[in-house]
């Protein structure tokens, strides 16, 4: 696990950036067995959710952010800033999840 900081934001309040690595982005693709999901599918839709599929969305997420924390830390970056989250299907059943953001440095203010 590497120590990198994520931020939706451009900056830092107690932090200020002091170099640029670059657009990094971390990836996850998460397939969907279409038998089994119908089957989680009736079971778990209440209220109009699906916790199978939320759970998919939730280990995509949790890849894709994986993934930008070693690309930063491979860059020599501490932090992440202006991270954003893009949803796509690819094909039936599949969905990919990408997150991007600038790797940068920082030091306390």
Sequence with gaps: ?????????????DREITAYHGVISGEAVIGANVVSDIAAGIRDV?????????????????????????EAAERGADAVVGASFDYEEMGEGMLWVNLSGTAVSTRPR
């Design 1 to 13: 696990m590497t120590d990198v900081t994520i931020t939706t934001t451009d900056g830092f309040e």
């Design 46 to 70: 209440v209220g109009g959710r699906s916790g199978s599929y939320e759970k998919k969305i939730e280990t995509g997420r949790t890849e894709a952010i994986a993934d930008l924390e070693a």
